[in-house]
């Protein structure tokens, strides 16, 4: 899995549009379904910790894991300048999730384990929730479909120019492997007024569902529920994203 380097100094501002308020009150609304009130909980592929913080402002005990150090390293000082208490972030590959106890939940937003591009690693990252949840526990994730990265994103190019910085979004799709490609190049303005260029490139895979469930199932994790983006509702054939629900079953570890 790649991680966001130059991306992340800008990550905010271009992908503010992203709905974390939204999705802190749909979470909430899938503990208060499966009678769940959590204390302590991890968030999976945090980034720059907007869900962390949020989650943290509402009185959570927070975790925050994440590859990239650079988006860290914002989530850190947002969480500093917040003056937000009980959040601690780590530098960690999902795959290899190592936390100093268990959580009551764990919950994972903006499609970060579409990242995970090989299901054997997805299997993986299931194992090590299972391994820090708490007996009856609850994972809820996101996850883009593959009608989002074939029919709405597909090949196209997004381009964006602000005052201090300016970005150029490709995207590709590889419908044989399921992979969506992000090629990004940023350019960011320095003290000195010229713009210093920086490419990275990302890659997300679409599952389809029962793919997922499978790996959930054979991580020792029970599959709850799936849903149509933020409602209790079936998925359809026009779903962006779609978000799981599974629990973590009464077992020794």
Same mark, same amino acid.
């Given at each position: 899995?790649?991680?966001?380097?130059?991306?992340?100094?800008?990550?905010?501002?271009?992908? /503010?549009?992203?709905?974390?308020?939204?999705?802190?009150?749909?979470?909430?609304?899938?503990?208060?379904?499966?009678?769940?009130?959590? /204390?302590?909980?991890?968030?999976?592929?945090?980034?720059?910790?907007?869900?962390?913080?949020?989650?943290?402002k509402k009185g959570y005990?927070?975790?925050?894991?994440?590859?990239?150090?650079?988006?860290?390293?914002?989530?850190?000082?947002?969480?500093?300048?917040?003056?937000?208490?009980?959040?601690?972030?780590?530098?960690?590959?999902?795959?290899?999730?190592?936390?100093?106890?268990?959580?009551?939940?764990?919950?994972?937003?903006?499609?970060?384990? /579409?990242?995970?591009?090989?299901?054997?690693?997805?299997? $993986?990252?299931?194992? $090590?929730v299972n391994l820090f949840?708490?007996?009856?526990?609850?994972?809820?994730?996101?996850?883009?479909?593959?009608? $989002?990265?074939?029919?709405?994103?597909?090949?196209?190019?997004?381009?964006?120019?602000?005052?201090?910085?300016?970005?150029?979004?490709?995207?590709?799709?590889?419908?044989?492997?399921?992979?969506?490609?992000?090629?990004?190049?940023?350019?960011?303005?320095?003290?000195?007024?010229?713009?210093? $260029?920086?490419?990275?490139?990302?890659?997300?895979?679409?599952?389809?569902?029962?793919?997922?469930?499978?790996?959930?199932?054979?991580?020792?994790?029970?599959?709850?529920a799936l849903y149509h983006?933020?409602?209790?509702?079936?998925?359809?054939?026009?779903?962006?994203?779609?978000?799981?629900?599974?629990?973590?079953?009464?077992?020794?570890?």
């Amino acid at each position: 899995m790649a991680s966001y380097e130059q991306f992340a100094m800008i990550y905010d501002s271009a992908l /503010n549009e992203l709905p974390y308020g939204a999705w802190l009150v749909y979470i909430e609304s899938i503990f208060k379904k499966n009678g769940l009130e959590p /204390n302590l909980i991890l968030d999976l592929g945090c980034g720059t910790g907007s869900m962390t913080n949020l989650m943290a402002k509402k009185g959570y005990e927070m975790i925050g894991v994440d590859l990239s150090e650079d988006m860290l390293a914002i989530a850190r000082d947002k969480a500093k300048e917040e003056e937000l208490e009980g959040v601690m972030y780590l530098n960690q590959d999902m795959t290899e999730l190592d936390l100093f106890g268990t959580v009551d939940a764990v919950i994972s937003v903006g499609d970060a384990l /579409n990242y995970i591009t090989f299901e054997e690693d997805l299997k $993986k990252t299931f194992e $090590k929730v299972n391994l820090f949840l708490n007996p009856g526990g609850l994972f809820i994730f996101d996850m883009n479909t593959v009608y $989002k990265f074939k029919e709405v994103l597909g090949n196209k190019t997004y381009a964006e120019n602000h005052e201090d910085y300016a970005y150029i979004w490709e995207n590709y799709y590889y419908e044989d492997e399921a992979i969506n490609e992000y090629e990004v190049n940023v350019f960011i303005k320095n003290e000195d007024g010229l713009y210093e $260029k920086s490419t990275e490139v990302h890659h997300e895979r679409g599952y389809e569902p029962k793919e997922v469930i499978k790996c959930l199932e054979a991580s020792g994790l029970k599959f709850l529920a799936l849903y149509h983006d933020n409602t209790f509702e079936d998925l359809k054939s026009t779903t962006q994203r779609m978000y799981f629900v599974a629990q973590e079953v009464m077992k020794e570890k």
